[in-house]
């Protein structure tokens, strides 16, 4: 069975915030940023949404700049305005 990109970038969200603070740079490098892309502009849950641009930002801005363009359509005003991207 092949894994969606939203169950990937769901797995990667949750493995990144079980980190202690001082280590998730380390797993920066392994930041599936497709599948991360996608789940910024499709996901259900708002801060999904925007958990996944701030790490795009943070680990893939210069491969996401198109992302941040089309979350500024986002239809929720929180995602759209987030500082965090």
Known sequence: M???DLEIATDFVHRWGALSKERP???GKQ????AVQITALSYPDLAMRRFCLFLLDYYASDLSSDIFRSA?????ASVRESDQC
């Open 25 to 27: 740079g380390r797993l």
């Open 72 to 76: 500024r359509r986002d239809p929720v």
């Open 2 to 4: 092949t894994r969606t």
């Open 31 to 34: 930041i599936p940023v497709a």
